[in-house]
């Protein structure tokens, strides 16, 4: 009976060739196979290092979707012919852990092999669940590979943080995604079965389209593969059209070029800039049809809020940072709301460039060299009654709380007649234009 189980698991690993995606099939074995990320995985880098020697710590690997983080893992775990563990930080509890930490010292005391414990998800993994992988760290029963899309100093504990080496990966290049996809073609692992004839536009629209993502990219080709039939000469031709249809996207929306993901998100910016909410939330729409990544859309918000409007509507960073965080926890397609919202408060918020303006020229006073001495007022110093000289005795601070108004009439605060922050006639701005007078006048 236990035979004939074991055959029927066997077979039933066993899977039909088709029944693993094409992405899955390709997966790198070798460093040299994976696509991208040479920043990390590239000769003579820290990574690199660690895995030829097999000196490998705990690691986690941020960075966007079908980017190479799981491809990695596994790619660790073959060079170092280390066991490969998997648990997700969206199912896996403190119980399943546990009894992979168990079988870890197991085989490690009969076989001597290192364990790696692939986490994927780790950033949904709360504060216990984090906390109960630490002393296995410690030990060694397992090294722990952790991957994310988010950036780890936000959400994974500072105690694994400090036990782990950070990488973030970067979404790959079109030219990678073209390569890996066309290498799909001939390898025996991918499609080489198929008798195909693809079009250099198909694998520039694919690589365009995926943003990065070479799972998606992979997948998207083999469906165009396996759903078209083959013309009378057995040959099954891809043309941008098949292509369209396994993606579902319109090539409209972002160019094969890449200049429509540029000129869309620069119409964006530049709707918000000019006050047009119609033509925002149009361009933003669009974003969001394509397919771009709403983390990014949030971060332009951001940056938009300080750059463009600053404190002519102090209360739209807050917007901003708060819309970041709700695409963050509720994802796409709700996000779409939350982002529409921002957008429209961005747009028909007071504009100021003027907090924007002061940081740049101040940055460019340093940078051509002009640092300037601290007054001795204004030093955090603690100097001796007995022996500070007499400048040092009349460099006295004088706290600003104890005058009229919380404002020192005559006190030097930096050593230069330079004027950064210039307000405007432009919102909440108008009033701290007032107010700054006002002192000016004191």
Known sequence: MAKDESNIFEKEVEKPFHAVPLAARMRPETLDEIAGQQHVVGEGKLLRRAIEA????????????????????????????????????VTSNVSELRKIFEMAKGHMKLSGKKTILFVDEIHRFNKSQQDVMLPHLEDGTVILIGATTHNPNFFINSPLLSRSLVFELKALEKEDIISLLKRSLDDP????????????????????????????????????????????????????????????????????????????????????????PHAAIYWLAKMIEAGEDPRFIARRLIILASEDIGNADPRALNVAVSAMQ????????????????????????????????????????????????????LKNVKINAVTKTEEEKNATYDYPHSHNNNFVEEQEYVPTSARYYIPKESGYEATIKKRMEFWKKL
Do not use: W
């Not at 690997?61 to 998997?86: D, L, M, N, Q, W």
């Open 326 to 377: 709700a695409v963050e926890f509720i994802g796409m397609p709700e996000a779409r709301i939350t982002l529409g919202q921002a957008t429209a408060y961005l747009a028909t918020a007071p504009k100021s460039n003027a907090a924007y303006a002061a940081i740049g020229a101040a940055l460019d006073d340093v940078k051509s060299g002009r640092v300037l001495p601290v007054p001795e007022h």
């Open 189 to 276: 692992r991918g499609l080489f079965e198929y008798n195909t004839e693809i079009k250099d536009v198909v694998f520039q629209y694919l690589a365009v389209t995926c943003n990065g993502d070479a799972r998606k990219a992979l997948n998207s080709l083999e469906l165009a593969v396996i759903t078209t039939p083959a013309n009378d000469d057995g040959v099954i031709v891809i043309g941008e059209e098949e292509a369209k249809e396994s993606i579902q996207k319109k090539t409209v929306l972002y160019d094969k070029n890449e200049d429509g993901h540029y000129d869309t998100i620069s119409a964006f910016i530049k709707s918000v800039r000019g006050s047009d």
């Open 54 to 89: 097999d000196r490998i710590s705990s690691i986690i690997f941020y960075g966007p979707p079908g980017c190479g983080k799981t491809s990695i893992a596994e790619v660790i775990a073959k060079v170092t012919s280390s066991r490969f563990e998997r648990a997700s930080g």
